[in-house]
């Protein structure tokens, strides 16, 4: 988050900021009239009037269990693309066949559209990483891949 959007939060007397916290409970008929929370320092439940919620996520990346695996920037987030991709995806990491895209990336948008977007484009990275590699994954009697590998013999063989 900049700067910038910060000093407007805190300097806002219509916005109220509860760290540490988890939200238990939107409650409402037609729209959001209360919101439940706890206080995950404290344990205090709290329940309020309220009309409109904000949730920050993504600020913090959850990449800890990738540590050594993949390259990590100094905040956390998972470099991809250029010289850090194992290929030419801009979502491509250091470990060959593992992808990253959305908040948890870094140098990414952190917008809710903008990860949406390049899930939906890495999959064709994805579905070709497996094609190239298909060969090298062991395959399970009568499974999809062990089809493939077949119609790929059979065909190869009928070229030859």
């Known amino acids: 988050m900049s700067q910038y959007l910060i000093s407007r939060i805190e300097n806002s007397s219509h916005i109220t900021v509860y760290t540490e916290s988890e939200i238990v409970a939107l409650d409402g008929d037609r729209s959001l009239e209360r919101v439940s929370w706890i206080n995950l320092s404290t344990g205090e439940r709290t329940v309020k009037d309220l009309s409109a919620v904000f949730v920050m996520i993504g600020a913090e990346p959850n990449t800890g269990w990738l540590f050594g695996t993949v390259r990590l920037d100094k905040k956390g987030f998972i470099r991809t693309g250029g010289a ?44 070709r990483y497996l094609a190239d590699h298909r060969n090298r994954l062991s395959a399970r009697p009568n499974s999809t891949l062990a089809a493939l590998r077949s119609v790929d013999a059979a065909t190869s063989g009928a070229n030859t």
């Not at 948008?109 to 990275?125: P, T």
């Open 84 to 127: 850090d991709g194992f290929d030419q995806s801009p979502y491509a990491t250091t470990m060959p066949g593992i992808f990253a895209v959305g908040d948890v990336r870094a140098n990414s948008v952190k917008r809710v559209a903008s990860a949406v977007g390049e899930g939906s484009v890495v999959v064709s990275d994805i579905h």
